[in-house]
């Protein structure tokens, strides 16, 4: 508020000379409000009220995040996600613990954060892989939104005195079911434990299918569940990132604190620590397996998620100074301490179960659905006040789900909005469209045969096709736009060029690498089952058309380009290699990409 008396009159002519300034950034507004009136003079206080900023374009300019720690939360909450909690402490189990641990590791260091500290310095990806990665997400997330209506299906079940998968007489179970506690033999494969037979028979309803041509109709439980999750998924992205970055604070945070509760009291349980003590063990000829080394380095795929173009879309919301090494080295850091931290709360409670129920870890270690909605629900039903301890858990589950499934959302919406500018006035009613879409391909996933379709999703949608994505967009960057000259970018980012090591795995260690990786993919492809239902080879045809459908976008886009550039085969070539920012260097026959000096440098 003003010191000394302003008329309404020297108001007005404030107003008239801030609008009419040649030297003012933009156009301004300027709001009187009335404080009191004194002795025959008004007193008052201004504010000067910006309108959106505009580019010399006229595009307004792209939105930012509210505060940094938003962006890390929201980076942090999608490279923590179920695969953490279900996958990786049982590679580490299954092979030589830790042995998985070294080799992913070593992977992390050559791979895993040089291409994190990569993504996070790109503002927009090449249009092709850009449209590999966004398939990639929206197939994705056709089948993970699934498993959090799971999870909250788990969640409302747990309301209750008695958790419904603790016996065997219930509606839904089957001759086969057989408790733990009261039959040592387990291990036979015509057994099932209430947990097993609660999560096929009552959640899925996977009896009332002979297979995936055989799906029925959408179950209203796990329907009403989805529905909730899209809800929850719209209205935390429909304004953006100042929406996400603000739920984040819940869905980023809680699980550490459901973790560290978790292992509180899964170490005081008989057991615990032989169970600690094996996800531990080291066997160093398990080093000299291949399979380790490939596992470990598709668990760093996607566990970092650097495939499915999320960096990319929240690093572009960020400043143009942004410290994108001190970003990459802070998630890196944290997502690979939370694996093995979660390693310990999942092996004190299947040490736990192999104690009570007299039984070879190995008989109840598992990874996946089986480890998450099967194990550790029957271990928590054995515990005092078991009804807390499942709704802590499965709250958990649903917040891990929640924000990675916001991050792999956030990468279709951001990418399809710049590329289609006209969509950036629409973004509520677009994001409307994408969730809903989403939801209507889900409603296959909950079927009685679901669980089908969720597996041939599962180990197609996201498999060679991510690492193949990652690959082109690696030599798209490294090799045709140059090391040379996106250090130099990064040097006006951060105020320094990154040093010889990060420059040396761009351009060498990661490309060789996610090559090797692509080739052992296709050498190694198993093709997909659910026990021991095989699936018909018109689905595994259909699963491989999911596959190949996001690997062509980059074949067809660069044939498009060529199709529609001017002049002969070597000019159109030319443009489509060089930078539109070179274009004119190309127009007097200049360009980098025809030299060996750009190929060689560093």
Same mark, same amino acid.
């Given at each position: 508020?003003?010191?000394?008396?302003?008329?309404?009159?020297?108001?007005?002519?404030?107003?008239?000379?801030?609008?009419?300034?040649?030297?003012?950034?933009?156009?301004?507004?300027?709001?009187?409000?009335?404080?009191?009136?004194?002795?025959? $003079?008004?007193?008052?206080?201004?504010?000067?009220?910006?309108?959106?900023?505009?580019?010399?374009?006229?595009?307004?300019? #792209?939105?930012?995040?509210?505060?940094?720690?938003?962006?890390?939360?929201?980076?942090?909450?999608?490279? $923590?996600?179920?695969?953490?909690?279900?996958?990786?402490?049982?590679?580490?189990?299954?092979?030589?613990?830790?042995?998985?641990?070294?080799?992913?590791?070593?992977?992390?260091?050559?791979?895993?954060?040089?291409?994190?500290?990569?993504?996070?310095?790109?503002?927009?990806?090449?249009?092709?892989?850009?449209?590999?990665?966004?398939?990639?997400?929206?197939?994705?997330?056709?089948?993970?939104?699934?498993?959090?209506?799971?999870?909250?299906?788990? @969640?409302?079940?747990?309301?209750?005195?008695? @958790?419904?998968?603790?016996?065997?007489?219930?509606?839904?179970?089957?001759?086969?079911?057989?408790?733990?506690?009261?039959?040592?033999?387990?291990?036979?494969?015509?057994?099932?434990?209430?947990?097993?037979?609660?999560?096929?028979?009552? $959640?899925?309803?996977?009896?009332?299918?002979?297979?995936?041509?055989?799906?029925?109709?959408?179950?209203?439980?796990?329907?009403?569940?989805? /529905?909730?999750?899209?809800?929850?998924?719209?209205?935390?992205?429909?304004?953006?990132?100042?929406?996400?970055?603000?739920?984040?604070?819940?869905?980023?945070?809680?699980?550490?604190?459901?973790?560290?509760?978790?292992?509180?009291?899964?170490?005081?349980?008989?057991?615990?620590?032989?169970?600690?003590?094996?996800?531990?063990?080291?066997?160093?000829?398990?080093?000299?397996?291949?399979?380790?080394?490939?596992? /470990?380095?598709?668990?760093?795929?996607?566990?970092?998620?650097?495939?499915?173009?999320?960096?990319?879309?929240?690093?572009?919301?960020?400043?143009?100074?942004?410290?994108?090494? #001190?970003? /990459?080295?802070?998630?890196?850091?944290?997502?690979?301490?939370?694996?093995?931290?979660?390693?310990?709360?999942?092996?004190?409670?299947?040490?736990?179960?192999?104690?009570?129920?007299?039984?070879?870890?190995?008989?109840?270690? #598992?990874?996946?659905?089986?480890?998450?909605?099967?194990?550790?629900?029957?271990?928590?039903?054995?515990?005092?006040?078991?009804?807390?301890? /499942?709704?802590?858990?499965?709250?958990? @589950?649903?917040?891990?789900?929640?924000?990675?499934? *916001?991050?792999?959302?956030?990468?279709?919406?951001?990418?399809?909005?710049?590329?289609?500018?006209?969509?950036?006035?629409?973004?509520e009613l677009f994001t409307l469209f994408i969730v809903v879409s989403t939801f209507l391909i889900s409603l296959f996933c909950v079927t009685n045969g679901g669980m089908y379709v969720f597996t041939l999703l599962d180990?197609?949608?996201?498999?060679?096709?991510?690492?193949?994505?990652?690959?082109?967009?690696?030599?798209?960057?490294?090799?045709?736009?140059?090391?040379?000259?996106?250090?130099?970018?990064?040097?006006?980012?951060?105020?320094?060029?990154?040093?010889?090591?990060?420059?040396?795995?761009?351009?060498?260690?990661?490309?060789?690498?996610?090559?090797? *990786?692509?080739?052992?993919?296709?050498?190694?492809?198993?093709?997909?089952?659910?026990?021991?239902?095989?699936?018909?080879?018109?689905?595994?045809l259909l699963g491989w058309c999911l596959a190949m459908s996001s690997m062509t976008m980059v074949p067809l886009y660069a044939i498009y380009k060529l199709c529609t550039l001017p002049g002969r085969f070597c000019d159109?070539?030319?443009?489509?290699?060089?930078?539109?920012?070179?274009?004119?260097?190309?127009?007097?026959?200049?360009?980098?990409?025809?030299?060996?000096?750009?190929?060689?440098?560093?």
């Open positions: 508020s003003s010191d000394w008396p302003l008329t309404a009159e020297v108001m007005s002519s404030l107003a008239a000379s801030e609008k009419s300034s040649p030297n003012a950034m933009g156009p301004k507004e300027v709001e009187l409000i009335l404080v009191k009136e004194q002795n025959g $003079v008004q007193f008052t206080s201004t504010t000067l009220v910006a309108p959106a900023q505009t580019n010399p374009s006229g595009e307004e300019e #792209r939105e930012t995040w509210g505060k940094k720690i938003d962006f890390l939360l929201s980076v942090i909450g999608f490279a $923590v996600d179920l695969a953490n909690v279900w996958r990786f402490p049982y590679l580490c189990y299954k092979n030589g613990g830790g042995e998985e641990k070294k080799a992913k590791g070593c992977l992390c260091l050559i791979y895993g954060v040089p291409w994190i500290y990569f993504v996070m310095s790109i503002i927009l990806s090449p249009a092709g892989v850009g449209f590999t990665v966004i398939l990639i997400s929206l197939y994705v997330g056709f089948y993970y939104n699934v498993i959090i209506s799971w999870a909250l299906f788990y @969640l409302f079940s747990s309301f209750t005195r008695e @958790l419904p998968w603790v016996h065997c007489n219930n509606t839904w179970n089957s001759p086969n079911c057989s408790d733990w506690a009261d039959n040592s033999s387990i291990g036979d494969i015509y057994k099932a434990t209430p947990a097993q037979e609660y999560f096929e028979r009552a $959640v899925l309803h996977i009896q009332d299918s002979n297979g995936i041509g055989d799906l029925g109709r959408p179950r209203w439980q796990l329907t009403s569940c989805l /529905a909730v999750v899209i809800i929850l998924l719209y209205f935390s992205l429909w304004k953006g990132v100042k929406t996400s970055g603000k739920v984040v604070w819940i869905t980023a945070t809680m699980p550490y604190v459901v973790l560290t509760v978790l292992l509180l009291r899964g170490v005081t349980l008989p057991g615990a620590i032989d169970g600690i003590k094996a996800y531990l063990s080291v066997d160093f000829l398990r080093l000299c397996d291949a399979k380790v080394w490939i596992e /470990a380095a598709t668990q760093i795929c996607f566990s970092l998620g650097v495939g499915f173009g999320v960096l990319i879309a929240f690093s572009s919301y960020n400043k143009f100074s942004n410290n994108c090494y #001190r970003d /990459a080295i802070i998630t890196s850091s944290i997502n690979s301490l939370t694996s093995f931290f979660s390693g310990f709360v999942v092996f004190s409670f299947l040490g736990y179960m192999s104690h009570k129920h007299n039984v070879a870890l190995d008989k109840v270690a #598992r990874d996946g659905a089986g480890l998450v909605f099967v194990i550790y629900p029957e271990a928590i039903a054995t515990l005092p006040g078991s009804s807390v301890w /499942a709704v802590i858990f499965f709250i958990m @589950l649903l917040t891990l789900g929640l924000d990675s499934a *916001m991050g792999g959302m956030e990468s279709v919406i951001t990418g399809l909005i710049d590329e289609f500018k006209f969509l950036h006035k629409h973004r180990h197609f949608a996201a498999g060679t096709s991510i690492l193949f994505g990652v690959l082109i967009e690696a030599i798209g960057i490294a090799w045709f736009y140059g090391v040379d000259r996106f250090s130099d970018d990064i040097k006006e980012m951060i105020g320094h060029r990154p040093g010889r090591y990060w420059r040396l795995c761009w351009k060498f260690v990661s490309p060789c690498f996610l090559l090797f *990786m692509v080739v052992v993919s296709f050498a190694t492809f198993n093709p997909p089952n659910y026990g021991s239902y095989m699936f018909p080879q018109w689905a595994n159109r070539l030319a443009y489509a290699i060089t930078p539109e920012t070179e274009h004119h260097l190309v127009d007097n026959g200049e360009v980098r990409q025809f030299t060996l000096h750009h190929w060689l440098v560093v």
